[in-house]
């Protein structure tokens, strides 16, 4: 059955101090969102593009991709995981939904290639790229802000990315169900895990950063053209 990206791209990305929502930033000659779409749909692997927008998205119309036959919009929600939801009513069940950050532009063919090597697996519904954790953890006090209550262990921490990879009806089903029952979804991942299915961790190259704050454009700039070198 067919692989479908769904992008989430309706938040407003507030902690970037720019004019206008981070994924309409321009990096080189295209914004970040298009960057992003166009890597997802040259994937061979990759069927079509359904991208979630704010309603009032002043700035997407104005973009060549903006009428591309490979690409549908849908209005996104007061979340992510409503954006993401609202992306998924486009698909079959039985399709496979590849949900990426739009915010994530680096990601690499060879990153996806993996990814989707977890549909050949029995142990596992479906899977996510992360990174392990290098840096040591510190909880924060409640008693005193600011302050360290305690070193958490960062022994098997992983640092979830995207691509997240799940068949399309069990996300949608899990999404739904996380949303009754409150848990906190900050990924696909999160609402599978609720769920109890097995998520497998997918290794991932450190390139495909999240662009969330200034100093990351230059950054995702370098890794850009170095991957088209
Ligand atoms: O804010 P953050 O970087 O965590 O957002 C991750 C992704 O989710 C972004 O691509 C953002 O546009 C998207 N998002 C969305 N709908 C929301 C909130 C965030 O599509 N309501």
Known sequence: SS???VVPAAGVGSRMQADRPKQYLQLGNKTILEHTLLTLNAHPAVSRVV????????????????????????DGGKERADSVLAGLQLLNDDEWALVHDAARPCVSHDDIDTLLEVRNRSDVVGGILATPVRD????????????????????????ALTPQLFPAGLLTAALKQG??????????ASA???????VALIDSNPA?????RPADMPLAAFYLQQSQQ
């Open 3 to 5: 692989v479908v990206a």
């Open 51 to 74: 991208v979630a927008l704010s309603c009032d998205d002043p700035y997407f119309p104005n973009l060549p991709i903006a009428d591309a036959s490979w690409l549908t919009v849908v």
């Open 136 to 159: 040591t953890m510190k909880r924060e006090s409640t008693s005193t802000p600011g302050a360290i209550s305690h070193t958490e262990s960062r022994d098997r921490l992983w640092h």
């Open 179 to 188: 949303e009754q029952k409150k848990v906190v979804v900050t990924d696909e």
């Open 192 to 198: 599978m895990e609720a769920a109890g299915y097995q």
């Open 208 to 212: 495909n950063i999240k662009i969330t």
